[in-house]
């Protein structure tokens, strides 16, 4: 029973700091529409198949990436920190909740290394 309450709760916590309202920040751009076309781009729909615009994309696909291994990362975390409360002492249990804390923590830094060397490399090829 208790087993379950320390679940749901956690369960509970996680949807509660999931749902936490960010503040939103709007600005406008300077440059009015008709400029902007004057200038050869769009502002709505921008439907760019030039190098800027692969590499926009490119960085899209790896922020999601990034977003979804850290999400990852983080909710195993935590199941490795409930698996280790809840092993009451038993060695084994022990060691697999530890090893599933340190693995996930290994592949978050794994993760971020990626994304820096992605990042760097989509920097150095649209800086020519």
């Known amino acids: 029973m ?9 369960f ?17 751009s300077a440059v009015s529409p ?7 781009t769009t502002d709505a729909g921008s439907t760019e198949t030039g190098d800027d615009g ?9 922020n999601v990436m990034m977003f979804l291994l850290g999400a990852i990362a983080v909710i195993m975390i935590v199941i490795g920190g409930i698996r280790y409360v809840t092993s009451n002492g038993d ?3 022990t060691k697999a909740a ?8 290994i592949g978050l830094i794994v993760a971020l ?6 990042s ?3 920097t150095q090829f649209s800086a020519r």
């Not at 208790?2 to 956690?10: D, E, G, Q, S, V």
């Not at 008709?34 to 050869?40: P, T």
């Open 2 to 10: 208790k087993k379950l309450l320390l679940i749901t709760m956690a």
């Open 12 to 28: 509970i916590g996680l949807v509660g700091i999931g749902s936490v309202a960010t503040p939103v920040v709007s600005t406008t």
């Open 34 to 40: 008709v400029e902007s076309i004057r200038q050869g």
């Open 54 to 62: 692969f590499n926009r994309g490119l960085r899209n696909v790896v």
């Open 91 to 93: 060695a084994s249990s």
């Open 98 to 105: 530890k090893d599933t804390i340190l693995y996930s923590v």
């Open 113 to 118: 290394i990626a994304y820096a060397i992605v």
């Open 120 to 122: 760097f490399v989509i």
